[in-house]
């Protein structure tokens, strides 16, 4: 199994992204999948992440601000981001609870994108 992330890149402040996941591979079903993202300096941290069922949970920050969606026929998890601040710099990691067979559930990262955003 593995996710590729596309979608990073250098904007202004209150400029827009939009991030895509893509997950590939042999396995069951996507269960949970999320967005997390590494400052310089700074520990990973959640972002937004999405059930299967579309449930969704975002950090603080970035509620009214960044939308995550996923597309269950393509395997894909999106994560829209607008109004962007300097603070949203960061690398941005995607990840999903895979079956990979029945019972049996793993966790699987994407490579990371950059994302810069200047004042």
């Known amino acids: 199994v593995q996710l590729q992330a596309f979608g990073g890149g250098l904007v202004q402040a209150g400029g827009s992204l939009r991030l895509s996941c893509a997950v590939s591979?042999?396995?069951?079903?996507?269960?949970?999948m999320g967005w997390y993202r590494q400052g310089p300096g700074k520990e990973r941290e959640l972002v937004a992440s999405i059930t299967y069922g579309g449930f969704t949970n975002y950090k603080d920050s970035v509620k009214g601000r960044f939308t995550i969606s996923r597309d269950n026929a393509k395997s894909t998890v999106y994560l829209q981001m607008n109004s962007l601040k300097p603070e949203d710099t960061a690398v941005y990691y995607c990840s999903a609870r895979v079956s990979v067979r029945i019972g049996v559930l793993r966790e699987y990262w994407g490579q990371g994108t950059l994302v810069t955003v200047s004042s």
């Open positions: 591979g042999t396995f069951f079903s996507i269960n949970d």
